[in-house]
């Protein structure tokens, strides 16, 4: 039986850019959005702490799924197994994805 897909979600959030291992990602029915469910972390035997990873753990305990704006989104790869969590303080600049013109006006 082939071992279950973990996926690597690479994501900008509040001025740093986070990278998330997770077992399930799909197209939420929430338009615009990604679903992620079964966030995972790696190794947690080892007796350095990252208060990265740390910071995540804390983050996401308790959440099911998490939807993640496409926007956000930098990257997502399939892996082999899943790495230690991570968020680093985002440099450069970076580009908003391109919207269409007028979009989230109303026409009243």
Excluded: C
Aim: charged share 25%.
């Amino acid at each position: 039986m082939p071992a279950k897909s973990v996926y690597r979600v690479i994501f900008h959030q509040q001025n740093e850019v986070w990278e998330l291992y997770a077992r399930e990602i799909y197209q939420s029915d929430l338009w615009g959005f990604l679903e992620v469910e079964g966030v995972v972390f790696g190794d947690t035997s080892s007796v350095v702490v990252d208060p990265s990873a740390e910071k995540l753990k804390k983050a996401f305990e308790g959440v099911q799924r998490s939807y993640i704006p496409m926007n956000a989104i930098v990257r997502i790869d399939e892996v082999e197994r899943e790495g230690e969590a991570r968020a680093v303080k985002a440099s450069g600049n970076v580009a908003p994805f391109p919207t269409p013109p007028n979009w989230g006006q109303r026409d009243d």
